[in-house]
């Protein structure tokens, strides 16, 4: 499971159609909440506009929770969000 919390809906639709288009493309099962369980669409007042992202990846989809070792699905989600944090960068 991969939370994210936005406030930009543009944003938040660019990060679940990648991540869910990734999800069929690899061994590791990605679901996409926004803006769940946490939400961050409390600011303060700020002098200029900004936007934020949160991604929270469930341990269970790349270590071993009782060992702490990395599972063989480690490589792919480091691959997958860095992937989705170039395309952040582009937006």
């Not at 996409?32 to 934020?52: A, C, D, L, R």
């Not at 990395?70 to 952040?88: A, E, N």
């Amino acid at each position: 499971m991969a939370l994210v919390g936005v406030i930009c809906s543009a944003i938040s639709s660019v990060v679940t159609f990648f991540l869910t288009r990734r999800k069929y493309n690899t061994e590791v099962d990605y679901r996409v909440g926004i803006n769940t369980p946490f939400s961050n669409s409390k600011t303060f007042s700020v002098p200029t506009e900004y936007h934020t992202v949160m991604i929270e990846v469930n341990k269970k989809l790349y270590m071993n929770e009782d060992t702490l070792e990395k599972i063989d699905s480690f490589y792919r989600v480091k691959h997958d969000i860095q992937s989705l944090y170039q395309v952040l960068l582009r937006c």
